[in-house]
């Protein structure tokens, strides 16, 4: 599997589990976007895309999806700013 294929696939995965968990989190995304012009928003991005805490993640939204609400969990990066937008 060639690089750009790896880097698809990452940003594919990052993307989905980052919009779950906003899903999740009842964060208002409209809301989010509109902070500082969106930089907030862009620097959430770029920390889920680049953060090593995937599988992690995926159990933790797998596990709480009945649960709905609550917080982030203690190693998701981005835990203050879905916090400051629910």
Do not use: Y
Not at 1 to 25: D, F, N, P, W, Y
Not at 29 to 34: G, L, N
Not at 48 to 77: D, I, K, M, Y
């Amino acid at each position: 599997m060639g690089i750009a294929v790896r880097i698809e696939k990452r940003l594919e995965r990052q993307s989905s589990l980052m919009g779950l968990m906003m899903t999740h989190l009842d964060v208002d995304q409209e809301s989010a976007a509109q902070e500082r012009l969106g930089l907030s928003l862009a620097r959430a991005v770029r920390a889920c895309l680049f953060c090593r805490h995937g599988n992690a993640c995926e159990a933790w939204l797998s596990s709480s999806a009945q649960a709905g609400g609550g917080v982030a969990p203690s190693f998701c990066t981005n835990r203050d700013f879905f916090e400051t937008h629910r």
